[in-house]
C-alpha cells in the first residue's frame, strides 16, 4: 500500500485558516479510516480528527471542535483538513494516517493506523 502524501502546510497569523491535503492512493472507499494526527516539538503525539471513507462520519479531539473540519473524496482517494480560528497552540507537524478494513467505524485512540505520511509543518504565530 501506498504510503500518504501530506500538502497544505505553512505559517499563519492566529486565527487565519489553512487546509491541509492527503492523498492516499488505494485506499478501500469502503472500509478506510483515515486521520490525522499532530506533534508538536517536545510533546506527544495526538490525534486530531478522523473519517470513515465508508459514510464521513467523523470525530475530533475537542482541542479542535468546531475549528477544523475533515472531509473525504472518495473518488481522488483525498482527505481533506480545513483548520479556521487557528491557534499558536496548532502549532505542530501534521501527519495523514490510514487504517485499512475498518468495519464498524473510527476513532483516535483505538483504531490501528498503520501507514503514515511523512508529515507537513503547520505553524501560527500570535
Known amino acids: 500500500q501506498a504510503r500518504p502524501v501530506e500538502s497544505g502546510g505553512g505559517s499563519v497569523q492566529a486565527g487565519g485558516s489553512l487546509t491541509l491535503s492527503c492523498v492516499a492512493p488505494g485506499y478501500d472507499a469502503g472500509s478506510t479510516c483515515m486521520a490525522w494526527y499532530r506533534q508538536a516539538p517536545g510533546k506527544k503525539r495526538e490525534g486530531v480528527a478522523t473519517v470513515w471513507t465508508k459514510t464521513g462520519a467523523s470525530v475530533y479531539a475537542d482541542s479542535v471542535k468546531g475549528r477544523f473540519t475533515i472531509s473525504r473524496d472518495n473518488a481522488k482517494n483525498i482527505v481533506t483538513l480545513q483548520m479556521n480560528t487557528l491557534k499558536p497552540e496548532d502549532t505542530a507537524t501534521y501527519y495523514c494516517?490510514?487504517?485499512?478494513?475498518?468495519?464498524?467505524?473510527?476513532?483516535?485512540?483505538?483504531?490501528?493506523?498503520?501507514?503514515w505520511g511523512q508529515g507537513t509543518q503547520v505553524s501560527v504565530s500570535s
Open positions: 494516517a490510514a487504517a485499512r478494513y475498518q468495519f464498524y467505524g473510527c476513532n483516535l485512540e483505538v483504531t490501528p493506523y498503520n501507514n
